[in-house]
């Protein structure tokens, strides 16, 4: 049974930073391909970083040198680092988790998500 269980999201002024952390069980985070992605309200959902199995990390254009995700095997947990945070960075984050290591930034690959944490930045 795998379980993505996000925490760390908040209101936040503008330029601030927030820490998301996604614990993870019932799925192996050095051996699968990780991400984190977000939906704001009437948007589609977007993705906003990779992680391989490896190590190897992507972010989107819209966030690139502001986050950074990153994760520890031993303690099996997913990372999004935030800062200089704008308004539009408001959305509910979610953390996801595909079955194989081949990375993908296509929402509908990853099988396991988390129920989603909301970040508010005003």
């Known amino acids: 049974h795998v379980q993505l269980v996000e925490s760390g999201g908040g209101s936040v002024q503008a330029g601030g930073s927030l820490r998301l952390t996604c614990a993870a069980s019932?799925?192996?985070?050095?051996?699968?391909?990780m991400a984190w992605f977000r939906q704001a309200p009437g948007k589609e959902r977007e993705v906003v970083a990779l992680?391989?199995?490896?190590?190897?990390?992507v972010h989107a254009d819209s966030v690139k040198g502001r986050f950074t995700i990153s994760k520890d095997n031993a303690k099996n947990t997913l990372y999004l680092q935030m800062n200089s945070l704008k308004p539009e960075d408001t959305a509910t984050y979610y953390c996801?988790?595909?079955?194989?290591?081949?990375?993908?930034?296509?929402?509908?690959?990853?099988?396991?998500w988390g129920q989603g944490t909301q970040v508010t930045v005003s």
């Open positions: 992680i391989t199995a490896y190590g190897s990390t």
């Open positions: 019932g799925v192996t985070a050095s051996s699968k391909c």
């Open positions: 996801a988790a595909r079955s194989i290591s081949w990375c993908s930034d296509r929402g509908t690959d990853f099988p396991y």
